[in-house]
């Protein structure tokens, strides 16, 4: 016979069995509890980089010159006037001397072959008045003869006619018969210049027979 059921019996609620975790694809179990998103934490910020101090330019500082110390005036002695240079080995030499006409000569020769006419009767009147007050009369026949020559090319016939036969009387008065020939053929050429033709060639006759 069946029992019959007792009414302080209550009938209990079936139990559900249960479920095993289901795991994933790569073979780990799920964990049922959700963990918690991870903050970041940013990192700190770091402190605007500050202006560095650009380097005061260094300043060359000139080395100190030593001074070089004239020699003390003796008691006496007079200080050398502006615009006078002492005179000392390799210098210039002095206006009135024979190397000073001479170097004037010089000068004015090579004045004459580049061309320089102004500057040819200049320094052939410089060395002229040097050898005069030298009373050399080589080197006044010499610069005579230049300055011939030079009133020759610059169509001054009269001045180069006095030039020239003041040379030609002392170059024969030094028996200088080379030097000579050189005025007699200047003469015929001015003669020539100035149209008289038969003059001329009697210069140039007496230069043959002087040289």
Same mark, same amino acid.
Request: negative net charge; glycine residues 6%.
């Given at each position: 016979?069946?029992?019959?059921?007792? #009414?302080?019996?209550?009938?209990?609620?079936?139990?559900?069995?249960?479920? #095993?975790?289901?795991?994933?694809?790569?073979?780990?179990?799920?964990?049922?509890?959700?963990?918690?998103?991870?903050?970041?934490?940013?990192?700190?910020?770091?402190?605007?980089?500050?202006?560095?101090?650009?380097?005061?330019?260094?300043?060359?500082?000139?080395?100190?010159?030593?001074?070089?110390?004239?020699?003390?005036?003796?008691?006496?002695?007079?200080?050398?006037?502006?615009?006078?240079?002492?005179?000392?080995?390799?210098?210039?030499?002095?206006?009135?001397?024979?190397?000073?006409?001479?170097?004037?000569?010089?000068?004015?020769?090579?004045?004459?072959?580049?061309?320089?006419?102004?500057?040819?009767?200049?320094?052939?009147?410089?060395?002229?008045?040097?050898?005069?007050?030298?009373?050399?009369? #080589?080197?006044?026949?010499?610069?005579?003869?230049?300055?011939?020559?030079?009133?020759?090319?610059?169509?001054?016939?009269?001045?180069?006619?006095?030039?020239?036969?003041?040379?030609?009387?002392?170059?024969?008065?030094?028996?200088?018969?080379?030097?000579?020939?050189?005025?007699?053929?200047?003469?015929?050429?001015?003669?020539?210049?100035?149209?008289?033709?038969?003059?001329?060639?009697?210069?140039?006759?007496?230069?043959?027979?002087?040289?």
């Amino acid at each position: 016979m069946q029992e019959e059921t007792r #009414p302080d019996q209550e009938e209990q609620p079936p139990v559900e069995p249960e479920k #095993p975790p289901t795991k994933s694809k790569s073979g780990k179990k799920k964990s049922q509890s959700k963990s918690e998103p991870v903050k970041e934490t940013p990192p700190p910020e770091s402190e605007p980089d500050k202006p560095q101090a650009e380097p005061e330019p260094v300043q060359a500082v000139p080395e100190p010159v030593a001074e070089t110390s004239s020699a003390e005036s003796k008691p006496g002695e007079q200080e050398s006037e502006p615009g006078k240079e002492e005179t000392r080995e390799g210098a210039p030499p002095e206006g009135d001397s024979i190397d000073a006409a001479r170097e004037a000569l010089a000068s004015g020769k090579q004045d004459m072959a580049q061309g320089k006419h102004r500057a040819a009767r200049e320094h052939y009147e410089r060395a002229l008045a040097s050898f005069e007050k030298q009373k050399d009369r #080589p080197g006044i026949a010499d610069s005579l003869f230049g300055l011939g020559i030079v009133s020759l090319l610059q169509a001054e016939y009269d001045a180069a006619l006095d030039h020239l036969e003041h040379a030609l009387a002392i170059r024969r008065e030094l028996d200088d018969r080379a030097g000579q020939a050189d005025v007699l053929r200047q003469l015929g050429l001015l003669y020539r210049l100035r149209g008289n033709e038969a003059l001329a060639q009697d210069y140039y006759r007496q230069a043959r027979a002087s040289s």
